[in-house]
C-alpha cells in the first residue's frame, strides 16, 4: 500500500481533502495510507519557533532547518525509504506523465510544505524532488500538496473503480484527452443532448469523442 505523509504546518487543511471523496474511499479501501506530520511539534524552545529572519535582510520569515529536519527525520522512522518531496515555485513542474511515473512506482512519499516567504536552503539536502504545481505562488505548499497525492492516488489502480474514468482519459496516442460529455435529460432549457451520443452507434460515438477531445496537458 503506498504511504504518502505530508510536513505541514497546517495539518487541519488536511482533514477536509483527505477525508472526503474518492481520497477517502482510497484510504478506507486500503490503496492508501494519507497522513500529516505536525511541523509545529518539532519547533525549537516553549514557543516551538518554527521560522527566523533571512541573513543578509529581507522581508519576511524563513522556515528553519531544525524542525524540518527533526520532522523528515522522525517521517524517516516511519517508512526509511520513502522519497521526499519538496513543494516550491520553482521546482519542476508537476505533469500528468509525473503522477504515472509515481503512482506505477513502489514508493512511499513524504511532502514538505513551504511557508511563509520560504525555507532555509539547507532542506534541500534532504529532498529528493523539488515540485512545482504550475508557474505561480501560492501562499504555502499545502494547496500542491493535496494537488499531488490526488493526482497519484487517482491513478492508482482500483482507485476509481469503474473503466469509464479509463476509457475517458487514455487514448491510442497517449496523450489525456477529454471530450464533453451529458446525462439526463435529452433536453434541459432548449440545451440538447448531441444527437449521435442517443444513437447507440458506437464507432460513430467514439468518433464524435475524438473529435471533440482537447489534449488536457498541454506544454
Ligand atoms: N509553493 C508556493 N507556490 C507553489 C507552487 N506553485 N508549486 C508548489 N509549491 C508552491
Redesign the pocket.
Known amino acids: 500500500m503506498k504511504k504518502f505523509q505530508v510536513i505541514t504546518l497546517f495539518p487541519d487543511m488536511f482533514s477536509g481533502v483527505f477525508g472526503s471523496s474518492m481520497l477517502w474511499k482510497a484510504q478506507k479501501d486500503e490503496h492508501v495510507e494519507l497522513s500529516t506530520v505536525d511541523l509545529r511539534q518539532f519547533g525549537l524552545g516553549q514557543r516551538k519557533t518554527v521560522d527566523d529572519t533571512p541573513y543578509g535582510g529581507g522581508d519576511g520569515m524563513l522556515l528553519r532547518p531544525e524542525p524540518l529536519f527533526a520532522a523528515v527525520e522522525h517521517a524517516k522512522q516511519n517508512d526509511p525509504d520513502a522519497k521526499v518531496l519538496l513543494?516550491?515555485?520553482r521546482?519542476q513542474r508537476w505533469k500528468q506523465a509525473t503522477a504515472q511515473a509515481h503512482a506505477d512506482s513502489a514508493d512511499n512519499y513524504i511532502l514538505i510544505c513551504?511557508r511563509y516567504e520560504g525555507y532555509d536552503e539547507r532542506i534541500v539536502s534532504l529532498v529528493d524532488e523539488q515540485?512545482?504545481?504550475?508557474?505561480?505562488?501560492?501562499?504555502?505548499?499545502e494547496l500542491?500538496a493535496m494537488t499531488v497525492v490526488d493526482s497519484i492516488v487517482r491513478l492508482i489502480p482500483g482507485v476509481l473503480g469503474g473503466e469509464a474514468s479509463a476509457e475517458i482519459e487514455s487514448f491510442s496516442d497517449g496523450r489525456t484527452l477529454e471530450f464533453p460529455q451529458y446525462t439526463r435529460p435529452e433536453d434541459f432549457r432548449g440545451m440538447k443532448v448531441p444527437e449521435v451520443l442517443l444513437s447507440g452507434n458506437h464507432a460513430e460515438i467514439a468518433k464524435w469523442r475524438s473529435e471533440n477531445s482537447q489534449v488536457a496537458e498541454k506544454e
Open positions: 513543494m516550491t515555485a521546482g513551504g515540485v512545482s504545481i504550475g508557474d505561480y505562488v501560492l501562499t504555502g505548499g500542491p
